[in-house]
Nanobody, 123 residues
Framework: QVQLVESGGGLVQPGGSLRLSCAASGSDFSRYLMGWYRQAPGKQPDLVAYIAGDGRTNYADSVKGRFTISRDNALNTVYLQMNSLKPEDTAVYYC?????????????????WGQGTQVTVSS
């Protein structure tokens, strides 16, 4: 059974940093694109960053220059280093994996995504 488990969220002041982790189990994800989504209160989840199996990365404009996505294929883990955090970064963060052109966590059923990890940026 494939599982994605996020960790590392918390409460941080504006300008602070957090590092999120997503541990994947049940398969070898080293060749798959993995991404981080976030869902702000009252909004649909948005893709904020992804990293391909070959290491290529892409970021949403809202986080470019502040967030860095990376992966450790030996550990089947993807990370999101978040610096210079802003109150508008407050959200529940989820990881996801793209397999055969389809996201493991369906983008048609956000309610099934589980708890994710809460990031709150507030003074």
């Amino acid at each position: 059974q494939v599982q994605l488990v996020e960790s590392g969220g918390g409460l941080v002041q504006p300008g602070g940093s957090l590092r999120l982790s997503c541990a994947a189990s049940g398969s070898d994800f080293s060749r798959y694109l993995m991404g981080w989504y976030r869902q702000a209160p009252g909004k649909q989840p948005d893709l904020v960053a992804y990293i391909a199996g070959d290491g290529r990365t892409n970021y949403a404009d809202s986080v470019k220059g502040r967030f860095t996505i990376s992966r450790d294929n030996a550990l089947n883990t993807v990370y999101l280093q978040m610096n210079s955090l802003k109150p508008e970064d407050t959200a529940v963060y989820y990881c996801n994996v793209l397999i055969g052109g389809t996201w493991l966590r369906s983008t048609n059923d956000f309610g099934s995504w589980g708890q994710g990890t809460q990031v709150t940026v507030s003074s």
